[in-house]
């Protein structure tokens, strides 16, 4: 499958920055990189001597060129010398969008001054970004310098954040990432705050002291690009290209006499690289006043062990009796879309076997019902978490085990602590109606990886014939719904999908 990517963008001599970095990151996440070169730059790692534009003719034989045969899933624009280029991208793209059997999704990391503070592009060149091309641009991802430049908005709390970011959707793109290098609050931290107009996310890694970072930007911005092309969820794109940031900041390198380059190091699997996920109720939280009420506190009741062997899903109290009989320890009831009055019984029926069987006994959604009669654990999903009071369930002593579907819910999943983290859905599933497509067993290798410290729990799709290769990925649970009731014959089911989870 492609994954193509084109990176819009200048030569830098010193491949440090612009199409050099773009194409490095692209390569080393995995995906497919072009290139269209607006200008050529000399520049070494003190000072931009030269930046000639190439020809209007050159710049769109290129876009036609890899058009005509090789479109791209996204767009990736960086430094831009020339106005009449501008108008040239900006009226392409449109056409793309308009065109393309899929409109390609458009990031341009405005690039107005190098970091050695030399100007880059032909004046009144800001004028027609704003007028021209930001209304095509999908992910602008501008620095706090930027951010006054193109909206007139200075970055001087963390409140002004959410204004700045208003100001450019209004002008045209549809969201921002700002990123939070250079910011004048708490600034022993990296904070980046994304907004769509209705979706706030801020990630946050502490401040690395005594790195190089020529190349930041262009690599962040293309680090989303090669992600997303790779259909990962945006939430999820801005959390690898963070870490990926920080992985190759970490392993930065001087060149020459000046300020040194990110390294470009492959997929980031190393915990310590990855961002924070910040929550409404944290002190990064209440500077950028994020809406909600999720917080981390002290984190849920263990379950004893990372590993929850098979854990049957079921709706019904016969079925849980069933496996129980059969030697299951993990198991939940999950009866969906009834009133609490009509499933109290059934409840009370599900932690009492759990009892009696010494099995850890999950109730989904019902958390006030499993408070009531002092379940082993509540399982929650997504949505669930937002309006379920995690400290009640927390101060009741109750396990909490929490569903997630890629890299941004895991971490922000994991901040609240839980019992377990559920990895869904790994394959296609009959049981439930997903919004988004299956992770497959790459993916789940990599979360798994991330959580080695944290009890996980597979679930989606899976069967005895898939156990073996989800087991080998380095999770501790699977959970299965159908592999067990459409069954002919649940015990000896149940009996080899144990023989695979040890
Ligand atoms: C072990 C386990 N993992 C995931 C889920 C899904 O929970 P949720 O996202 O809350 O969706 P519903 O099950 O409520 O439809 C689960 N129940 N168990
Ligand atoms: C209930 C549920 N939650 C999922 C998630 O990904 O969050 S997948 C799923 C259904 C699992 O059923 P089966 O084993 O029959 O595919
Ligand atoms: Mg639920």
């Keep these: 499958m492609n994954n193509i990517v084109w990176t819009i963008a200048s030569s830098d001599s010193s491949a440090g920055a612009g199409i050099q970095a773009d194409l490095h990151t692209i390569k080393a996440l995995g995906a497919d990189g072009c290139s269209v070169i607006s200008a050529v730059t000399a520049q070494n790692s003190v000072a931009v001597d030269l930046v000639e534009s190439v020809s209007d003719k050159m710049l769109i034989a290129q876009l036609d060129a890899l058009a005509s045969d090789m479109p791209a899933k996204i767009i990736k624009i960086g430094l831009i010398a020339s106005i009449e280029h501008v108008k040239i991208i900006a009226e392409k793209l449109?056409?793309?969008?308009?065109?393309?059997?899929?409109?390609?999704?458009?990031?341009?990391?405005?690039?107005?001054?190098?970091?050695?503070?030399?100007?880059?592009?032909?004046?009144?060149?800001?004028?027609?970004i704003k007028t021209q091309l930001l209304p095509v641009v999908d992910l602008l991802t501008p620095n706090a310098k930027e951010v006054f430049?193109?909206?007139?908005?200075?970055?001087?709390?963390?409140?002004?954040?959410?204004?700045?970011?208003?100001?450019?959707?209004?002008?045209?793109?549809?969201?921002?990432?700002?990123?939070?290098?250079?910011?004048?609050?708490?600034?022993?931290?990296?904070?980046?705050?994304?907004?769509?107009?209705?979706?706030?996310?801020?990630?946050?890694?502490?401040?690395?002291?005594?790195v190089h970072s020529h190349g930041t930007g262009c690599t962040l911005a293309s680090a989303i690009a090669a992600t997303m092309a790779q259909n990962y969820f945006i939430e999820d794109a801005l959390v690898i290209a963070k870490a990926y940031l920080n992985q190759g900041l970490k392993a930065s390198k001087q060149l020459g006499?000046?300020?040194?380059?990110?390294?470009?190091?492959?997929?980031?699997?190393?915990?310590?690289?990855?961002?924070?996920?910040?929550l409404p109720e944290s002190k990064v939280g209440y500077e950028l006043d994020l809406q909600g009420t999720l917080e981390a506190g002290p984190g849920f009741v263990s379950c004893d062990t990372l590993k929850l062997g098979l854990y049957p899903v079921l709706d019904t109290v016969e079925w849980l009796e069933k496996v129980l009989k059969s030697g299951v320890k993990t198991l939940q009831l999950r009866i969906k879309d009834k009133q609490p009055e009509q499933v109290e019984q059934q409840i009370i029926d599900a932690i009492a076997l759990g009892k009696k069987y010494d099995a850890r006994m999950f109730i989904n959604d019902y958390w006030q019902l499993a408070i009531k009669h002092q379940a082993y654990g509540v399982h929650l999903g997504q949505e669930d978490m937002d309006v379920a009071d995690l400290g009640l369930i927390a101060d009741a002593g109750l396990r909490l085990g929490l569903s997630t579907h890629g890299y941004y819910e895991i971490l922000r999943a994991k901040q609240l602590k839980p019992s377990y983290i559920?990895?869904?859905?790994?394959?296609?599933?009959?049981?439930?109606?997903?919004?988004?497509?299956?992770?497959?067993?790459?993916?789940?290798?990599?979360?798994?990886?991330?959580?080695?410290?944290?009890?996980?729990?597979?679930?989606?799709?899976?069967?005895?014939?898939?156990?073996?290769?989800?087991?080998?990925?380095?999770?501790?649970?699977i959970a299965v719904v159908t592999a067990i009731t459409l069954a002919d014959d649940y015990q000896s089911v149940i009996d080899e999908f144990n023989q695979i989870i040890k």
């Design 94 to 128: 449109a056409d793309y969008k308009a065109n393309w059997d899929v409109a390609p999704f458009v990031i341009y990391d405005p690039v107005a001054v190098a970091s050695t503070g030399d100007e880059m592009s032909e004046d009144g060149i800001n004028e027609i």
């Design 149 to 210: 430049t193109l909206s007139g908005h200075m970055l001087i709390s963390g409140e002004s954040l959410k204004g700045a970011t208003e100001k450019l959707i209004e002008m045209g793109c549809k969201s921002v990432l700002i990123k939070g290098g250079h910011l004048p609050f708490l600034e022993d931290q990296c904070i980046d705050y994304y907004y769509d107009g209705e979706r706030e996310i801020a990630l946050t890694s502490p401040r690395l002291e005594n």
């Design 422 to 477: 559920a990895l869904g859905h790994i394959f296609e599933t009959q049981t439930k109606d997903m919004p988004s497509d299956p992770q497959g067993l790459e993916r789940l290798g990599k979360y798994a990886a991330l959580l080695s410290d944290t009890p996980t729990v597979a679930i989606g799709g899976i069967n005895l014939q898939r156990a073996p290769e989800v087991y080998k990925t380095g999770v501790g649970s």
């Design 257 to 278: 006499k000046g300020e040194g380059s990110i390294a470009h190091l492959g997929w980031p699997n190393n915990n310590r690289d990855f961002p924070e996920v910040v």
